[in-house]
């Protein structure tokens, strides 16, 4: 709809431009004609008047002067009539003459030169033509007459010419936008949305190649060079498929979103995939009276966004945008990508009672940190468990709503959220194949058991065929958890739980990233064809020679406050790197709800800004502190630019900033500092592994990252590359969707 309105506002202004100038031309002329008229009439009755009044005033008869003046101004047009004497006093004046006229100067002017001249004059009593003629007496000079004439017919009619040109632009600018809205809707909005429309059912494969050419003349040329494009797009695409499926059993070539597709279809013989989490894709918010998505900062989202992807199906989650709901349909649905739909995300609503209760209390105050070895205290409140009960419950009874027509369906529940769901569902619907992935660490037995709501828990996991988690040693915590809490029987060399009859499986699944080293992936983390410069720096004020980056949520598990310690150190320790080393942080605000969450980013801002007031020279800071969420798109330079990452997370499940870090190093340079604490650390063999909770160790891979020789940085880079693009997200889905479909 904008187009066609700045169409017709582009006509309007065209046609308002062309009927201003042609109309102030005219008035131009008109007015000039009217002058002139005027001018010209009202001296032809000066010289009448001349005749008559010259004789009585050199009679010195002032009476008949001024029944001479009264008598010539009952004309509608003449306003009046004066006769004054050299000195310019009033010999004669006509009764209705405007009070602004008696002082005008016109007439001694006129005396001093002996010569007739006329003037408009405009006051508040209205427009006059004012004409004055010299009076003589044996051809001297003794006295002036002066006529007033109305001018404000001129103004009138010129008025009249103004309001008829604007009427009749109206009636043209109102013509001429209905002509020219059907034009554009029929003959050019119309075609080119179904021509859009061919192209993107063509290039997502669920149309045909002749549909492109089935639209209006006017675009015949371009449809037909498209429909050509298309058929080359579809053999592309065929052969692709092709591909895929002969090297679907070789493990030795990389997984792509094609081949997953090929994979689905061979093993999953199509049966429908149903993703849950709690954190939607992506968020629509208002912005103003725009509405605006965005992918919001999320590990499990960057991961599982390219499979969904690249497989299609429906992504249950909570829809949390504040326009999420005005961009839905009636059953908060909505086809995603924005840009290029490939699966449905269905939005589940919840109060702001449920996601105090739910996500904010028991999830993030009481799950989160009892599964992460940040020392933080757990907080365990029965409001917050019943309200976590009851959201599940919701997200229950959504599930199995949207699954009642569907045989044998898949449901992948992401997280520790849903730690209920998978019994739920189980319950229901006993031919469903449910998969369940915890994104973050399992807890020690010992430490897990100071949950008191532990047993339940536990068996609302228990409820799925298959169980996944990062790394090994979560397998084994969580086993032993098991073995502690519940009576069940544990097959340590299956690495299986078996309770009420029901066996789920336990199995380490690394998750990744969309990387495959330069091949097409959909919506992944992909590197660009042009060399990283560090301009992305200077656009934030950063121009040193070496620039460190974190990014990470705000999150004290991130070990951020101790990363910025470590600078100190490293500042401390090697002073010849100030004014030449900078670190930005960039860190989205997260779980803003929480007051641990808000005081955590002000501890956060308050360190940078006491160690920039410690090192500050000029303009130099150490520490660039953003405090916002930047997109993947605004990321990835700034990955591929800066020297090296800092990786410090105190405990964390994988942490895909650090593989993100890599897949953008495509030139093989940077360095990546990483913490032994997180699931990442097993992966990228090539990483400067240490501490964080040591700053001096640290600090000390910091001067070797910026140290090391450049062949030495190549050769690590180089390994950890290979590692995360034989390892990436969509071998991941991969396995984890062959082995639960494999336990039905």
């Known amino acids: 709809m904008k187009h066609i309105f700045w169409i017709i506002a582009g006509v309007v202004i065209v046609l308002s431009v062309v009927n201003f100038g042609f109309t102030f031309v005219q008035v131009r002329e008109e007015k000039a004609t009217l002058s002139n008229d005027l001018g010209y009439r009202t001296r032809l009755l000066a010289d009448s008047l001349k005749e008559s009044i010259e004789p009585a005033y050199s009679a010195g008869s002032a009476e008949t002067l001024q029944r001479t003046v009264g008598r010539f101004t009952d004309n509608e047009r003449l306003r009046g009539l004066v006769v004054v004497d050299p000195r310019g006093e009033i010999i004669a004046v006509s009764e209705n003459l405007p009070a602004s006229i008696r002082g005008n100067t016109l007439a001694a002017n006129v005396m001093d030169a002996d010569s007739s001249r006329g003037e408009f004059v405009r006051s508040s009593d209205g427009s006059f033509y004012v004409f004055a003629v010299p009076l003589h007496e044996e051809q001297r000079v003794v006295g002036a007459l002066l006529l007033v004439q109305n001018a404000d017919f001129i103004n009138t009619y010129i008025t009249r010419i103004w309001l008829d040109n604007l009427t009749r632009l109206a009636v043209q600018i109102l013509f001429f936008s209905i002509v020219i809205a059907a034009i554009v809707r029929w003959v050019i909005v119309k075609p080119l949305s179904r021509l859009a429309e061919s192209v993107r059912r063509t290039r997502a494969g669920s149309g045909t190649v002749g549909v492109v050419t089935e639209h209006s003349f006017f675009f015949q040329p371009l449809a037909s060079e498209i429909a050509k494009l298309s058929k080359s797009l579809s053999q592309a695409r065929s052969a692709a498929s092709e591909e895929a499926r002969m090297r679907l059993e070789k493990l030795d070539t990389p997984w792509t979103a094609e081949r997953l597709k090929e994979f689905v279809k061979a093993h999953l013989r199509n049966r429908p995939i149903v993703l849950v989490s709690n954190r939607e894709p992506y968020v629509h918010e208002k912005v103003g009276n725009e509405t605006k998505w965005s992918v919001p900062a999320s590990g499990m989202v960057t991961a599982l966004e390219p ?336 020297d090296l990452c800092l990786v410090t997370s105190l405990h964390d499940g994988m942490n895909l900033v650090a593989k993100e870090f890599v897949a953008a190093r495509s030139k093989e340079d940077g360095t990546l500092i990483l913490s032994q604490f997180t699931g990442a650390a097993r992966d990228l063999k090539g990483a400067l592994i240490v501490n964080p909770y040591s700053a001096e160790e640290v600090a000390e891979a910091i001067s070797k990252a910026l140290a090391m020789s450049p062949a030495e940085v190549h050769r690590r880079m180089k390994v950890m590359r290979n590692a995360v693009r034989d390892s990436n997200v969509y071998r991941w889905s991969a396995e984890f969707l062959k082995t639960v479909a494999n336990l039905a």
Request: hydrophobic residues 40%; charged residues 25%; contains cysteine.
């Open 307 to 642: 499979v969904m992807e690249a497989c299609g199906g429906l992504w249950v989650a909570h829809g949390s945008g504040n326009a999420d709901r005005e961009v839905a349909d009636a059953q908060g649905k909505v086809q995603v990508p924005p840009e290029e739909p490939r699966y449905t995300l269905k939005r589940v609503w919840l109060t702001q009672k449920d996601v105090q209760g739910f996500y904010v209390g028991f999830s993030n105050e009481a799950l989160w940190p009892l599964s992460h070895m940040a020392h933080t205290r757990p907080v365990f409140r029965k409001n917050d468990w019943m309200a976590y009960r009851r959201v599940n419950g919701k997200f229950a009874e959504t599930i199995l709503a949207e699954i009642k027509d569907l045989q044998n369906p898949i449901i992948l529940v992401q997280d520790y959220h849903f730690a209920l769901l998978p019994r739920m569902l189980k319950n229901a619907r006993p031919d469903a194949s449910v998969g369940f992935f915890w994104h973050i660490p399992w807890a020690s037995a010992e430490l897990f058991s100071i949950c008191p709501w532990r047993k339940e828990l536990l068996e609302g996991i228990l409820g799925a065929d298959l169980i996944g988690f990062h790394t090994q040693q979560h397998c084994n915590n969580f086993l032993e958890t098991v073995g502690k809490e519940v009576e069940a029987l544990i097959d340590l060399e299956q690495f299986s739980i078996t309770r009420d009859e029901h066996t789920s499986y336990v199995r380490a699944f690394p998750i990744s990233i969309a990387f495959t080293n330069g091949a097409p992936a959909l919506g992944g983390t992909e590197e660009k064809a042009t060399p990283p410069d560090k301009n992305a720096f200077k656009n934030l004020g950063i121009e040193t020679e070496y620039i460190g980056l974190g990014v990470d949520r705000l999150d004290y598990t991130k070990g951020i406050l101790e990363r910025f310690k470590a600078i100190e150190f490293f500042l401390d320790a090697n002073p010849q790197y100030r004014s030449k080393f900078t670190f930005l942080q960039i860190s989205s605000p997260s779980r803003e709800g929480s007051k641990k969450y808000r005081d955590y980013a002000d501890e956060c801002a308050a360190e940078a800004g006491r160690i920039n007031k410690k090192f500050e020279d000029g303009n130099w800071r150490p520490i660039h502190f953003e405090k916002k969420h930047f997109s993947h798109e605004e990321l990835h330079p700034l990955y591929a630019a800066a």
